[in-house]
């Protein structure tokens, strides 16, 4: 499944990098979340489990909280806020 | 984050520690030696387990770091080194030790250079592909055929590629004393070997100090604290520096309305290091477990009185793949690119491509059916043990690779093939068990690896920066 990227709703955005391995989330997600502005929600779906250490730890670091987290079957949903 | 775990998970995890009991138990009782193999085979599982549960990825350390300011890996790898290095001391100074240090030069820094921007396009290092895979995950398993293919491929390199060996290491490679099946005057790699490598000096920390790597002092003193414990300090002082003492700061200031002194950072260098109880408590295991297996397969040469499985497996009937002077690649602790080598060479074997005229396969490691090799008894029970905790966090899930993901995986594992060639081992061999047996040429492989992580997400920055600009330019929004 290719990249993917939309707009849900004003201030809320929806990057789904599902069959991607390392570093290919985390990177998308940092570059994402560097375009958004301040106030933006992004919703980021993707499977890679390592993945899920690193953009938590990312999103810490940089300020971004995480409003949620969920996880089924080897897929995770994680709502991003960017501070 | 609540998981849902589903009941045929807890059923695939009964099938497949099932199924490596019985392989214990039935080849058990067909003769004792095979604990041997089983011995390789229970480490390489817990070592599975580990890496699965901490996200534990050498190539993560780096990259992660580089690419999006995450140190929590390079933290992780400290710990297991340090931990490593403290049974690896501990095994040393009784005698026990299976590691032999490798020759020093700057092949090891060009190695783990080649070696880390391979790491970075392929998504995982070589033993970070291994728990990959046993996550389903499809692009690791392309990895891993990259790796050994090419492998196999480059230690029999020969015919043109001989124009290219410096006239030195041919003259050198002739003078080493060699049985007639080997042709070390045909090969880049023999000749690399027998006739550069092999005259390299071996360098450990203890001996630095004038100490015996076997003594409690040189093995403590010499290799676990100058060797690791201080270079680990100072590595991950340069890492809160660079990277987390910014948020730590911007934290601090925000609730206590001051700067932070030098108590308070010390406090943040810390928090650094416990940040991720995941990755830190795999490293703790996994340091233990390496230094321990080193002490169980010494214990078992010395039962069987033998130095090297070979014997074991000529003793068992089992004579094809054995090398010249009677041996198998047989590390004694945990290694991962020699094993994936030789199912590959064992292959082209059997299709008829006579491989065993190198030193690699037909002087050193041999290319014993991989049903019977001790270290792929290790790598596959290090899938299974991964496959295990990926099922019980119901995290497991099969991923077919796409083309730009293959792509990625086949580049990233030849560069990784290669890399792991030049140094005799990858970031586990090279690196992590070096490192810790106070062994210089593993931090220098180190090095390049850091090296080669900073070119490769350089590369890959610019390449997700083109995939994401083609993404949003159809997009009618402004971000």
Redesign the interface.
Same mark, same amino acid.
């Given at each position: %499944? =290719?990249?993917?990227?939309? #707009?849900v709703s004003d201030g809320h955005y929806l990057l789904d990098v599902t069959?991607?391995?390392? =570093?290919?989330p985390?990177?998308?997600t940092? #570059?994402?979340l560097e375009? %958004?502005?301040s106030g933006d929600e992004l919703e980021l779906v993707f499977?890679? =489990?390592?993945s899920?250490?690193?953009i938590s730890? %990312?999103c810490?670091?940089?300020?971004n909280p995480i409003l949620d987290?969920?996880?089924?079957?080897?897929?995770f949903i994680f709502k991003i806020k960017k501070g | /984050?609540?998981? +849902?775990i589903?009941q045929k998970n807890r059923i695939w995890v009964l099938v497949i520690v099932g199924f490596f009991a019985l392989i214990s138990i039935g080849t058990y009782a067909i003769h004792e030696y095979y604990i041997y193999l089983s011995a390789y085979l229970w480490f390489g599982f817990i070592y599975g387990m580990c890496l @699965?549960y901490g996200?534990f990825?050498f +190539?993560?350390a780096f990259?992660?770091l580089f +690419?999006?300011?995450?140190?929590?890996m390079v933290v992780g790898i400290m710990i297991a080194t340090l931990l490593f290095s403290i049974t690896s001391s501990l095994v040393a100074s009784t005698g026990w030790s299976t590691f032999h240090a490798a020759p020093w030069s700057v092949h090891a820094i060009i190695a783990g250079l080649i070696f880390g921007i391979g790491m970075?396009f392929a998504?995982?290092c070589a033993s970070?592909s291994l728990y990959?895979a046993g996550?389903?995950?499809g692009?690791?398993m392309l990895v891993i055929l990259s790796i050994s293919v090419t492998q196999s491929s480059f230690v029999d390199l020969g015919g043109w590629f001989n124009n290219l060996v410096p006239k030195s290491w041919a003259e050198s490679a002739l003078t080493k004393s060699m049985p007639s099946s080997i042709k070390v005057s045909d090969g880049w790699v023999d000749q690399y070997l027998a006739g550069y490598v092999w005259d390299q000096p071996v360098i450990t920390f203890a001996k630095l100090l004038g100490l015996e790597d076997t003594s409690l002092v040189g093995a403590f003193v010499g290799n676990t604290f100058l060797g690791v414990f201080l270079p680990a300090i100072c590595l991950l002082a340069i890492v809160y520096t660079l990277?987390?003492r910014q948020?730590f700061t911007?934290d601090f200031e925000a609730s206590e309305g001051h700067k932070p002194g030098l108590a308070d950072h010390v406090r943040g260098y810390w928090e650094m290091i416990v940040?991720?109880k995941?990755?830190a408590i795999a490293g703790l295991f996994l340091g233990i477990a390496c230094g321990l297996q080193m002490f169980v397969i010494e214990g078992l040469r010395m039962k069987f009185g033998v130095k090297n499985a070979g014997t074991l497996l000529q003793r068992l009937g089992h004579d094809f793949g054995i090398s010249a002077k009677g041996t198998v690649f047989d590390p004694g602790y945990w290694y991962v690119t020699t094993q994936e080598a030789q199912w590959v060479g064992w292959v082209a074997q059997k299709l008829g491509w006579n491989n065993m005229d190198n030193i690699y396969f037909g002087w050193v490691n041999g290319i014993p059916n991989p049903a019977i090799n001790p270290a792929d008894w290790m790598s596959v029970a290090l899938i299974g043990g991964a496959a295990v905790m +990926?099922l019980s966090n119901?995290?497991?899930?099969w991923?077919a690779p796409?083309k730009?993901?293959a792509f990625w995986a086949l580049l990233g594992g030849a560069f990784m093939g290669i890399g792991s060639r030049l140094a005799l081992g990858c970031n586990v061999g090279a690196f992590f068990v070096r490192t810790a047996n106070g062994d210089v040429s593993g931090w220098s492989f180190g090095l390049g690896m850091v090296g080669g992580a900073y070119v490769g997400?350089k590369i890959?920055?610019w390449y997700?920066?083109r @995939?994401?600009a083609k993404? /949003?330019a159809n997009?009618d929004?402004d971000?």
């Open positions: %499944m =290719p990249l993917s990227f939309s #707009k069959g991607y391995v390392c =570093p290919h985390q990177l998308y940092k #570059k994402t375009k %958004m502005h499977d890679n =489990p390592s899920a250490e690193s730890a %990312m810490t670091r940089e300020g987290k969920q996880a089924q079957e080897g897929k | /984050m609540e998981i +849902a589903p @699965q996200r990825c +190539a993560s990259r992660d +690419a999006v300011g995450v140190p929590r970075v998504g995982g970070g990959k996550e389903g995950n692009v690791s990277w987390s948020r911007l940040s991720s995941r990755t +990926a119901g995290e497991f899930k991923k796409t730009e993901l997400v890959f920055n997700t920066e @995939q994401m993404e /949003m997009l929004f971000l």
